[in-house]
T-cell receptor
Framework: QKEVEQNSGPLSVPEGAIASLNCTYSDRVSQSFFWYRQYSGKSPELIMSIYSNGDKEDGRFTAQLNKASQYVSLLIRDSQPSDSATYLCAVFSGGSNYKLTFGKGTLLTVNP | NAGVTQTPKFRILKIGQSMTLQCAQDMNHNYMYWYRQDPGMGLKLIYYSVGAGITDKGEVPNGYNVSRSTTEDFPLRLELAAPSQTSVYFC?????????????FGDGTRLSIL
């Protein structure tokens, strides 16, 4: 059973701080990794993807991948109240068909 | 620019009733997926399709059926609704096969079975 684990939170940070969200996965041959943001009552929206070891930056968001440790993280700099949402980690583990495995998500609250 | 459209947005069913959740995409995507999301949980794959006429089971297919007669449409059928099927259902699509194709989600259908 391929698993993706996330701390369910809630993670609470003050406005302007760095929020750090973590995800571990069990399948060593996982190929690609995605972070989705989901506001309450809404559908998931893709905010970051990362495929190789290291960091990938996009605006205030940085994704970090360490395949040896089977660990992927998302950093949100200068956190805003509008960043308050559930963040879902999703992992693609290859095979003949494209299927993602999602973690349960981490609820982030940014306090003004 | 519609993307992935799901109907209805909300529905209440009685135990034992049946219904079809509709999903349509206008992006000419070959791959389509149905997920369910229970409170505080991630998304669980119910069924997926790699093209018209081809479907396969995901993690939690029991109690559901699908068909894919066109590229655009991928309906999900509940034959005998049970309280355990109360959930939020999301349809998604991707342009093709591969590790680097992000999924595009519809707005979801919130289904309650009483």
């Amino acid at each position: 059973q391929k698993e993706v684990e996330q701390n369910s939170g809630p993670l609470s940070v003050p406005e302007g701080a760095i929020a750090s969200l973590n995800c571990t996965y069990s399948d060593r041959v996982s190929q690609s990794f995605f972070w989705y943001r989901q506001y309450s009552g809404k559908s998931p929206e893709l905010i970051m993807s990362i495929y190789s070891n290291g960091d990938k930056e996009d605006g205030r968001f940085t994704a970090q991948l360490n395949k040896a440790s089977q660990y992927v993280s998302l950093l949100i700099r200068d956190s805003q109240p509008s960043d308050s949402a559930t963040y879902l980690c999703a992992v693609f583990s290859g095979g003949s068909n494209y299927k993602l495995t999602f973690g349960k998500g981490t609820l982030l609250t940014v306090n003004p | 620019n519609a993307g992935v459209t799901q109907t209805p947005k909300f529905r209440i069913l009685k135990i034992g009733q049946s219904m079809t959740l509709q999903c349509a995409q206008d992006m000419n995507h070959n791959y389509m997926y149905w997920y369910r999301q229970d409170p505080g949980m991630g998304l669980k794959l119910i069924y997926y399709s790699v093209g018209a006429g081809i479907t396969d089971k995901g993690e939690v297919p029991n109690g559901y059926n699908v068909s894919r007669s066109t590229t655009e449409d991928f309906p999900l059928r509940l034959e005998l609704a049970a309280p355990s099927q109360t959930s939020v259902y999301f349809c998604a699509s991707t342009v093709g096969q591969g590790a680097y194709q992000p999924q595009h989600f519809g707005d979801g259908t919130r289904l309650s079975i009483l």
